[in-house]
């Protein structure tokens, strides 16, 4: 592939990633302004239809049930608690009755004779829709004064409460046990009064609609009190929204706003997916940019000298001229794969899932590059592995470009016998290049991994993208590059991994 073609293919393959994650940001756009009060008038038409239910709405149909399910249950407690309060309130009427009955009992000539005390019937006699009766019976159960047809108490407990009908009513009755032990009379009367129950129905309902217009009103304040929590709730998501669709196309800094503790995970989230972004559309731009200023003057001469070659009658020196043409074509075709290469290792550094790989098995493919027959024979590049794997987690393509920069490097910038080689030491996992030569100066190490920049200005074969892609595939693998200089010993470079332990990596 020439390298023409290989920069069109890969600026086309910017472009496509640019797009493809440049929806995941619309996706997130439409997500956040999806909260605002009309958010409807800033989404596109497209995305209206089918819209999932808003997180306001959501939050207030869930708290409008759970304030729903309390109310039915206070209702329901309230109804019971009414009840229950007017019969405690009439049941203490009729026993402050019964009792006065019971007391005005008095044994004349061995009999009991009853004396109604007039105020006895008193206080039953204020609920005016209510009837009243009484019954007085003996030991022997023959009834003494009262109405024959009241019923009987189902136990024989001094004092009980129970319910039954009279004349076809239903009606509430206490009975009221006296004993006596006197020398002409023994036994026990009994003294029940009755009442219907239509006042104390009338007053459990009076109580329990009292409750319920309470609770109706609290419950209308609870509504309005949970209407303005969740707007207030959500207000940091409609603050995240009206940034995101307020920014400039090209304003790609991070998320600054004041949000809660729950949504820092969405801002750390949006701003890492930005960040991501940024770094596709800075490798798309530096590519664009480097195209433009590395390739233009290298094209430009070989357009030169094709025409002198063109023009020139000598045919010794227009091989002369020729033969220039292809060492700068070959010195172009490297720049141009080193360009694209650098290009793909950030692009992939950001979005290529890591797996589990040998460090070894990435050395060996990028030393089999080199193995042209001659270097090998001559002894110019040997390779030296450790005996046990050395497992890390990442992208095998990316570190085999790292590791054909590296041995690249050296081959063409160092001295002697170029030696690669892997180990393993103290939790770390190294791919190390080694050479005989000088190695770099403190200057030139501090610029170690910036594009265009050669350790050898006085070289014309390096184009300074080398170190550079090294650099890129060791940041995206929580890598370092180390560089060790010794006058005896020579100059090594070393890829610096963390040993992976195994499972899969993202």
Same mark, same amino acid.
């Given at each position: 592939?020439?390298?023409?073609?290989?920069?069109?293919?890969?600026?086309?393959?910017?472009?496509?990633?640019?797009?493809?994650?440049?929806?995941?940001?619309?996706?997130?756009?439409?997500?956040?302004?999806?909260?605002?009060?009309?958010?409807?008038?800033?989404?596109?038409?497209?995305?209206?239809?089918?819209?999932?239910?808003?997180?306001?709405?959501?939050?207030?149909?869930?708290?409008?049930?759970?304030?729903?399910?309390?109310?039915?249950?206070?209702?329901?407690?309230?109804?019971?608690?009414?009840?229950?309060?007017?019969?405690?309130?009439?049941?203490?009427?009729?026993?402050?009755?019964?009792?006065?009955?019971?007391?005005?009992?008095?044994?004349?000539?061995?009999?009991?004779?009853?004396?109604?005390?007039?105020?006895?019937?008193?206080?039953?006699?204020?609920?005016?829709?209510? @009837?009243? #009766?009484?019954?007085?019976?003996?030991?022997? $159960? %023959?009834? !003494?004064? *009262?109405? /024959?047809?009241?019923? &009987?108490? =189902?136990?024989?407990?001094?004092?009980?409460?129970?319910?039954?009908?009279?004349?076809?009513?239903?009606?509430?009755?206490?009975?009221?046990?006296?004993?006596?032990?006197?020398?002409?009379?023994?036994?026990?009367?009994?003294?029940?009064?009755?009442?219907?129950?239509?006042?104390?129905?009338?007053?459990?309902?009076?109580?329990?609609?009292?409750?319920?217009?309470?609770?109706?009103?609290?419950?209308?304040?609870?509504?309005?009190?949970?209407?303005?929590?969740? @707007?207030? #709730?959500?207000?940091?998501?409609?603050?995240? $929204? %009206?940034? !995101?669709? *307020?920014? /400039?196309?090209?304003? &790609?800094? =991070?998320?600054?706003?004041?949000?809660?503790?729950?949504?820092?995970?969405?801002?750390?989230?949006?701003?890492?997916?930005?960040?991501?972004?940024?770094?596709?559309?800075?490798?798309?731009?530096?590519?664009?940019?480097?195209?433009?200023?590395?390739?233009?003057?290298?094209?430009?001469?070989?357009?030169?000298?094709?025409?002198?070659?063109?023009?020139?009658?000598?045919?010794?020196?227009?091989?002369?001229?020729?033969?220039?043409?292809?060492?700068?074509?070959?010195?172009?075709?490297?720049?141009?794969?080193?360009?694209?290469?650098?290009? !793909?290792?950030?692009?992939?550094?950001?979005?290529?899932?890591?797996?589990?790989?040998?460090?070894?098995?990435?050395?060996?493919?990028?030393?089999?590059?080199?193995?042209?027959?001659?270097?090998?024979?001559?002894?110019?590049?040997?390779?030296?592995?450790?005996?046990?794997?050395?497992?890390?987690?990442?992208?095998?393509?990316?570190?085999?470009?790292?590791?054909?920069?590296?041995?690249?490097?050296?081959?063409?910038?160092?001295?002697?016998?170029?030696?690669?080689?892997?180990?393993?030491?103290?939790?770390?996992?190294?791919?190390?290049?080694?050479?005989?030569?000088?190695?770099?100066?403190?200057?030139?190490?501090?610029?170690?991994?910036?594009?265009?920049?050669?350790?050898?200005?006085?070289?014309?074969?390096?184009?300074?993208?080398?170190?550079?892609?090294?650099?890129?595939?060791?940041?995206?693998?929580?890598?370092?590059?180390?560089?060790?200089?010794?006058?005896?010993?020579?100059?090594?470079?070393?890829?610096?991994?963390?040993?992976?332990?195994?499972?899969?990596?993202?």
């Amino acid at each position: 592939m020439s390298g023409s073609t290989r920069l069109k293919f890969m600026w086309r393959g910017c472009v496509r990633n640019w797009t493809e994650a440049a929806s995941p940001s619309t996706r997130s756009v439409d997500w956040a302004i999806s909260f605002l009060p009309n958010s409807r008038s800033l989404q596109p038409d497209s995305t209206r239809q089918g819209q999932p239910i808003a997180l306001a709405t959501r939050l207030f149909m869930a708290i409008g049930l759970i304030l729903l399910g309390g109310g039915i249950i206070v209702t329901i407690a309230a109804s019971g608690y009414g009840h229950q309060a007017a019969r405690d309130a009439f049941d203490r009427l009729l026993v402050g009755a019964a009792d006065q009955i019971s007391a005005s009992i008095t044994i004349v000539d061995g009999k009991p004779l009853v004396d109604l005390p007039v105020t006895a019937l008193q206080l039953l006699a204020l609920a005016l829709q209510d @009837r009243i #009766a009484y019954r007085v019976i003996d030991p022997e $159960g %023959v009834t !003494l004064t *009262g109405y /024959d047809n009241l019923p &009987l108490p =189902p136990t024989r407990r001094d004092l009980s409460f129970f319910d039954g009908t009279f004349t076809g009513s239903p009606i509430r009755l206490v009975a009221v046990r006296r004993h006596f032990a006197e020398r002409g009379f023994s036994g026990t009367v009994t003294t029940i009064v009755a009442q219907t129950t239509i006042a104390r129905q009338a007053l459990a309902w009076d109580i329990a609609r009292n409750a319920w217009v309470m609770l109706a009103i609290a419950g209308l304040g609870m509504i309005c009190m949970a209407a303005f929590s969740i @707007r207030s #709730a959500l207000e940091p998501l409609k603050r995240i $929204g %009206v940034d !995101l669709v *307020g920014r /400039d196309p090209k304003d &790609l800094t =991070p998320l600054d706003i004041a949000v809660p503790r729950e949504l820092r995970a969405i801002v750390d989230a949006l701003n890492r997916f930005i960040s991501r972004l940024r770094l596709q559309i800075d490798g798309m731009q530096n590519l664009i940019s480097d195209s433009a200023h590395q390739l233009r003057t290298p094209i430009a001469a070989l357009r030169a000298q094709a025409q002198l070659a063109a023009e020139e009658p000598d045919p010794a020196r227009q091989s002369e001229i020729v033969g220039r043409i292809l060492v700068r074509a070959v010195g172009l075709s490297r720049l141009t794969d080193q360009m694209l290469n650098r290009a !793909l290792v950030i692009h992939r550094g950001d979005s290529a899932a890591h797996s589990r790989i040998d460090l070894r098995r990435v050395a060996m493919a990028a030393t089999e590059v080199f193995d042209d027959g001659s270097i090998f024979e001559a002894g110019q590049l040997q390779l030296a592995l450790c005996e046990t794997p050395a497992w890390v987690a990442g992208d095998a393509l990316s570190l085999q470009e790292a590791a054909k920069n590296l041995i690249s490097n050296g081959l063409q910038h160092g001295a002697g016998v170029v030696t690669v080689s892997v180990l393993c030491r103290a939790g770390a996992a190294l791919l190390q290049v080694h050479d005989q030569g000088g190695g770099m100066t403190p200057d030139e190490a501090r610029l170690l991994g910036q594009r265009f920049v050669s350790a050898d200005q006085h070289r014309s074969n390096g184009s300074g993208i080398g170190l550079s892609i090294a650099q890129a595939v060791a940041s995206a693998h929580a890598a370092t590059l180390e560089l060790e200089t010794h006058a005896a010993a020579g100059f090594t470079i070393s890829l610096k991994m963390p040993v992976s332990a195994g499972g899969n990596f993202k």
